[in-house]
């Protein structure tokens, strides 16, 4: 059950975070009534609201990230769904600890085959499994 909640949390931060790349920063202190008329659940909304923020709040390192770890990739071409998924989820491997990585990949490929192209889900998994090696030191 509450795998499900952070699912679905996932699921309206990228989308948040969507709307924020194409819109604008602006549109941050719409965002809670973007959860509230999206989800009735407390914990999911909260819960997007923190990663929403927290991955707009380190919007320049993440994206730093992903394009290091971008082989043969320009950062501008990917596509705005794409990347929402890389910048929430590099987000979690380096600001939320307590999220295995294994699970933030696994849900960005998931949100990837649900939101993104036929061939997002593969450069997905690669993008994030180069940010694993280069960028993030777990025990």
């Not at 794409?82 to 849900?107: A, G, T």
């Amino acid at each position: 059950m509450q795998a499900d909640k952070r699912t679905r949390a996932r699921e309206l931060a990228i989308q948040a975070l969507y709307q924020l790349d194409v819109q604008g920063t602006e549109l941050l202190e719409d965002l809670g009534l973007f959860f509230t008329e999206q989800e009735s659940d407390d914990f999911v909304r909260k819960l997007a609201w923190a990663w929403t923020t927290g991955t707009w709040d380190n919007l320049a390192r993440c994206d730093e990230i992903i394009e290091d770890s971008t082989i043969r990739w320009q950062f501008a071409r990917l596509a705005p769904v794409d990347r929402s998924i890389l910048r929430l989820s590099v987000y979690q491997l380096k600001f939320c600890p307590e999220i295995p990585p294994k699970v933030v990949i696994n849900e960005a490929i998931e949100l990837a085959k649900k939101f993104s192209s036929s061939k997002s889900s593969g450069f997905v998994n690669g993008v994030l499994d180069a940010v694993l090696k280069k960028h993030v030191s777990r025990d």
